[in-house]
């Protein structure tokens, strides 16, 4: 996790391939699809009523609803294939859906990775990638990166017990130091299997 434009989309999909072992979860939205994004690999996109409908399934283990320019958009975690006995699995989310995840799985379930950039940094790259769009939302991008200014703060993140950052200030050397924690905890909770088997 991490802010807007903090690289968690990039890291994500190299990660995905380095270490196929680790399933990727791919979160489902209310929002359109934004082009050069992939249904069932950015997102899962669907309707209002699907996601109302997974809800009263009882599928809908977080979600958070964003009040944009463009009407409510909703970002949300289904309880569809995840097998926590048998497999481990990596998502990106918000600091609220990882305090969602850990009350739902269980704290020592749940792995924080948080991506931080400098602000400068990330508001340049907002901006060229909104560029790119064909009909550029820039109000939507600033409200996102106001809202990650305040969701992200030094306070939520030590509420949330993330001591770790991964500084993205270098792409080769972050997914380095991202791999490792993951192959390190993967490798503790192999053995935490086994002992228990």
């Not at 969602?100 to 950039?117: F, M, R, S, T, W």
């Not at 939520?156 to 270098?170: G, T």
């Not at 991202?178 to 490798?187: A, F, H, R």
Request: charge should be negative.
């Amino acid at each position: 996790m991490g802010k807007s434009s903090s690289g968690k989309d990039t890291i994500f999909k190299i990660v995905s391939t380095d270490l196929a072992s680790i399933k990727p979860i791919v979160l489902y939205t209310t929002r359109p699809i934004r082009e050069h994004e992939i249904e069932g690999v950015t997102y899962h996109y669907v309707s209002d009523s699907v996601y109302n409908d997974m809800l009263q399934n009882n599928l809908v283990i977080e979600s958070r609803s964003y009040q944009t320019i463009y009407g409510t958009w909703i970002y949300f975690t289904a309880a569809t294939n995840i097998d926590l006995e048998n497999n481990s699995y990596m998502m990106i989310n918000t600091l609220a859906g990882y305090e969602a995840l850990k009350n739902y799985y269980g704290e020592d379930k749940v792995i924080p990775i948080y991506i931080q950039v400098e602000d400068g940094i990330r508001l340049e790259r907002a901006l060229t990638r909104e560029r790119k769009e064909p009909e550029p939302k820039y109000e939507e991008m600033c409200r996102r990166f106001l809202a990650d200014q305040v969701d992200f703060n030094e306070e939520n993140l030590i509420k949330a017990k993330i001591k770790e950052h991964f500084y993205n200030n270098n792409l080769a050397e972050c997914i380095l130091a991202i791999e490792k924690k993951m192959v390190e905890t993967l490798e503790k909770d192999t053995k935490q299997r086994q002992y228990q088997k």
